[in-house]
């Protein structure tokens, strides 16, 4: 029995990420793009309202909207949260076949380039991971640990990962990375085909990946207003190791407020526009490297 008989591939849960609604949408147009012989592909549009509206949500993040509780309590009335229920419905209907894989194309504003974000260590990912990191020299790996069903879209099924892409800014298209982030789902697809037939890839037995273990919000006063901004030295430094005692913040009167840590990390998400409202300054990680 094939692991993968069916993948959604879903863009504009956030519906000012237009490099994945966009790319859906197109998707949709020329359904032979996404078409391989041994399983079925569904481009899917994630949150239509925020789409129309161009906007990251309209009322709540709906890519925060996947967990058990929320899919199975009938009072909830915001338009994301049913919105989730419909697309679950979509991927996971009852008493016929779901969806074993679930990619889920976003764009930030920081500079990640080409990152693939994985929920979990599933054996397939990891290889996944370790073959288009080896073939595509712009894609990083990143493991964000999140259970089944704890919110995510991508947490819905145990092949489930999700595109960063950046940085570009919310609302706006990048041809150049429009076109990368294209080309890195054919490889994903043609991977999955791959497999499926049972040939031989050359996957290296090692895996480079930043595995995500915390959050660092903005220094704030005690009327929760931000005092400082990110320090110049770290902006669009995404992946690139901190040390302790490096510049992090700059006070909005010019004073540097510097990494307290105790040993080196690799942030990501630095700055990113659609985190201030989470408290979130970057996310902190630490470089591994494991053996397959």
Same mark, same amino acid.
């Given at each position: 029995?094939?692991?993968i008989? !069916?993948?959604?591939i879903?863009?504009?849960s956030?519906?000012?990420?237009?490099?994945?609604?966009y790319?859906?949408?197109k998707?949709?147009?020329?359904?032979? *793009?996404?078409n391989?012989?041994s399983?079925?592909s569904?481009?899917?549009?994630?949150?239509?309202?925020?789409?129309?509206e161009r906007k !990251?949500?309209?009322?709540?993040?709906?890519?925060?909207?996947?967990?058990?509780?929320?899919l199975?309590?009938?009072?909830?009335?915001? %338009?994301?949260?049913? !919105?989730?229920k /419909?697309?679950?419905?979509?991927?996971?209907p009852?008493?016929?076949?779901s969806?074993?894989?679930?990619?889920?194309?976003?764009?930030?504003?920081?500079?990640?380039?080409?990152?693939?974000?994985l929920?979990?260590?599933?054996?397939?990912? +990891?290889?996944?991971?370790?073959? +288009?990191?080896?073939?595509?020299?712009?894609?990083?790996?990143c493991?964000?640990h999140?259970?089944k069903?704890?919110?995510?879209? !991508?947490?819905?099924?145990? *092949?489930?990962?999700?595109i960063?892409?950046?940085?570009?800014a919310?609302?706006?298209?990048?041809a150049? *990375?429009?076109?990368?982030? /294209?080309?890195?789902i054919?490889q994903? *697809?043609d991977y999955?085909?791959?497999?499926?037939?049972?040939?031989t890839?050359n996957?290296?037995?090692?895996?480079?990946? %930043?595995e995500?273990?915390?959050m660092?919000d903005?220094p704030?006063g005690?009327?929760?207003e931000?005092?400082?901004?990110?320090?110049?030295?770290?902006?669009?430094?995404?992946? =690139?190791?901190?040390h302790?005692g490096?510049?992090?913040?700059?006070?909005?009167?010019?004073?540097?407020?510097?990494?307290?840590?105790?040993?080196?990390? %690799?942030?990501?998400?630095?700055? /990113?526009?659609?985190y201030? =409202?989470?408290?979130?300054?970057?996310h902190?990680?630490?470089?591994? +490297?494991i053996?397959?």
């Amino acid at each position: 029995m094939n692991l993968i008989n !069916r993948v959604a591939i879903v863009g504009g849960s956030h519906g000012n990420e237009l490099t994945g609604v966009y790319l859906v949408k197109k998707f949709q147009h020329y359904p032979n *793009l996404i078409n391989r012989p041994s399983f079925q592909s569904l481009a899917l549009l994630g949150n239509l309202r925020a789409i129309a509206e161009r906007k !990251r949500y309209t009322e709540k993040d709906l890519n925060r909207c996947f967990h058990t509780q929320g899919l199975q309590d009938p009072t909830l009335s915001t %338009y994301e949260e049913l !919105r989730a229920k /419909e697309i679950h419905q979509i991927l996971l209907p009852p008493n016929q076949p779901s969806v074993d894989a679930i990619i889920d194309i976003h764009s930030t504003t920081t500079k990640m380039g080409l990152t693939i974000i994985l929920g979990n260590m599933h054996p397939f990912l +990891l290889q996944l991971a370790a073959y +288009l990191s080896s073939i595509n020299p712009l894609v990083k790996i990143c493991s964000h640990h999140q259970p089944k069903n704890s919110g995510f879209l !991508r947490s819905l099924c145990d *092949l489930g990962f999700a595109i960063e892409v950046g940085a570009v800014a919310q609302g706006v298209l990048d041809a150049e *990375l429009f076109q990368q982030t /294209e080309q890195l789902i054919h490889q994903i *697809l043609d991977y999955f085909e791959a497999k499926i037939q049972g040939k031989t890839l050359n996957i290296t037995n090692t895996l480079t990946f %930043y595995e995500s273990f915390g959050m660092i919000d903005y220094p704030r006063g005690d009327n929760g207003e931000i005092e400082a901004m990110i320090h110049p030295q770290l902006q669009f430094k995404d992946y =690139e190791p901190l040390h302790p005692g490096d510049p992090m913040f700059l006070t909005f009167t010019g004073k540097d407020i510097f990494y307290a840590g105790e040993t080196t990390v %690799y942030p990501i998400f630095i700055n /990113e526009a659609a985190y201030y =409202e989470k408290g979130i300054a970057m996310h902190l990680t630490q470089k591994q +490297l494991i053996q397959l």
